[in-house]
């Protein structure tokens, strides 16, 4: 039983983990750096407890007063949301240690699955297919770029630990391979401890489609469907969507057994994602597993009609699953826009500061999961993720128009404060994005950074 649980995180996914809690009649304890004091999560939640100075690394990554925190909160469980201490294997243990319930997968999934190279290795000897490319380290530039010759250019040198596209480089030919391969190793290095990198076959102008994993401590596996999220700013995604426009009936199917099969080899339980590309002729590709809820899970919400949130938190109480594969329906269109505090007109540097006066947009289909309000303060020390968009209609066309009619009423102003609803609304016009004629580099394509 769980009856009191610690949110390990800030923002508007600290929000939405008290909403869930709430209406499970479950306690929530908010732990809040100096920097976040006049936070909504901090506001909203039953209790809240001080961590530590505004840089991440003293507060929402500083794993022994998290856990310090939780005992003497008296918290059962700790949610930790996304980012943060969301995939570290380590923190899931020290939780496990103290007796504390972590709301997540096992400690040897986040391990697995942390280590991109291992996960891929997994997933294709589980017969889920996989990019080409090497399934071991490589160690040194010249012996990488032999093998780069072999795949055959362009390709991409990734960080065996990478996420948020850090220690990742496309190379186009031979002569650039050796400067990124040390660059990219360099920064795997600095970012994550680890240099180890792999290389990969880059794909031109693939689709990014993932699907939603929800599992039980029961053996029990479904998927939600797919997202699309190709709408992405150097390899960050900025709009998602589900259903996906590129899938058929028939591979919507195939794609969602894969996912279940891929995590099932894992033992998987919780929400999860897998993360494929697509390329032209609609060859698909694991690329990596996300071992946590993910910004993107509400536009599966609105078309499923589950909580995602809610299922981990039941999943982390020994629930079964409460629904089955054929249970799950799918219902018109959803759609979500990153609304990041960043000025588009300065290469999106981020912005911070005081907001005067906010207006969120209401009205049928929408949804805002939001940590901001009229007087709240952007610290500068965190994600630029203020606020999440959500249109749902009965089909893309329509909801589309309504993520537009809602971005065209948000209203945010503060001296300084910038945001990217004018690109959103930009995407929105362009006749090949309302064709579903997308890619992962389509941003750059139509020259509209
Ligand atoms: P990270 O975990 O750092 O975000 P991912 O492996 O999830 O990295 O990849 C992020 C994005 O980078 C993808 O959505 C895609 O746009 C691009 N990408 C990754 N691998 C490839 C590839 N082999 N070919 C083309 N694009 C890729």
């Avoid at 007063?65 to 939780?70: L, S």
């Avoid at 960043?342 to 947009?361: C, L, M, Q, S, W």
Wanted: a negative charge; hydrophobic letters at 40%.
């Amino acid at each position: 039983m769980i009856r009191r649980v610690l949110i390990a995180n800030r923002g508007e996914i600290a929000v939405r983990i008290i909403y869930a809690l709430r209406e499970l009649g479950i306690e929530s304890v908010a732990i809040y750096s100096e920097a976040d004091e006049n936070s909504l999560h901090v506001m909203l939640a039953d209790y809240a407890i001080r961590i530590g100075p505004p840089t991440s690394k003293q507060s929402y990554l500083n794993m022994k007063n998290i856990i310090a925190a939780c005992e003497i909160s008296g918290a059962d469980a700790i949610h930790p949301g996304y980012g943060f201490l969301a995939e570290n294997a380590e923190f899931a243990e020290m939780c496990k240690d103290h007796g504390i319930i972590f709301i997540g997968p096992p400690v040897e999934a986040i391990r697995a699955m942390g280590d991109k190279i291992e996960a891929k290795k997994i997933m294709k000897n589980a017969g889920v297919p996989v990019v080409p490319g090497t399934l071991e380290p490589i160690e040194n530039p010249e012996e990488g770029l032999k093998i780069a010759k072999e795949i055959g250019f362009p390709v991409i040198i990734k960080a065996a630990a990478g996420g948020g596209g850090r220690g990742m480089r496309l190379v186009l030919e031979e002569k650039e391979f050796i400067n990124a391969f040390l660059s990219a190793s360099n920064e795997a290095l600095n970012a994550f401890g680890d240099g180890r990198v792999y290389i990969e076959k880059y794909l031109e102008k693939p689709r990014h489609i993932e699907i939603q994993i929800l599992g039980d401590k029961h053996g029990n596996v479904i998927h939600l469907g797919e997202r699309e999220c190709s709408i992405q700013r150097r390899h960050q995604k900025i709009i998602e969507e589900a259903l996906s426009p590129a899938l058929s009936e028939e591979k919507r199917k195939w794609l969602g057994e894969i996912a279940v099969k891929g995590a099932k080899a894992i033992g998987y339980y919780s929400a999860g994602t897998m993360e494929f590309l697509m390329d032209k002729d609609g060859n698909i590709y694991f690329i990596e597993m996300n071992t946590r809820i993910q910004v993107e899970h509400p536009v599966t919400e609105m078309i499923t009609g589950i909580d995602i949130v809610k299922e981990m938190i039941l999943i982390a109480m020994d629930e079964k699953l409460r629904y089955k594969q054929e249970d799950i329906k799918f219902k018109g269109h959803a759609i979500e826009a990153r609304i990041n505090a960043e000025d588009p007109e300065r290469n999106f540097i981020p912005t911070a500061g005081k907001i005067d006066f906010v207006h969120k947009p209401g009205g049928p289909g929408i949804r805002v999961d939001s940590h901001i309000y009229s007087g709240y303060t952007i610290p500068p020390y965190y994600d630029s993720l203020i606020a999440k968009l959500i249109a749902w209609d009965e089909n893309r066309e329509k909801a589309i128009n309504r993520l537009k009619r809602a971005l065209e009423e948000f209203v945010i102003r503060g001296e300084g404060i910038k945001t990217i609803i004018p690109l959103h609304l930009k995407i929105l016009e362009n006749e090949k994005f309302k064709k579903g004629d997308i890619h992962t580099n389509f941003l750059e394509e139509i020259s509209i950074l």
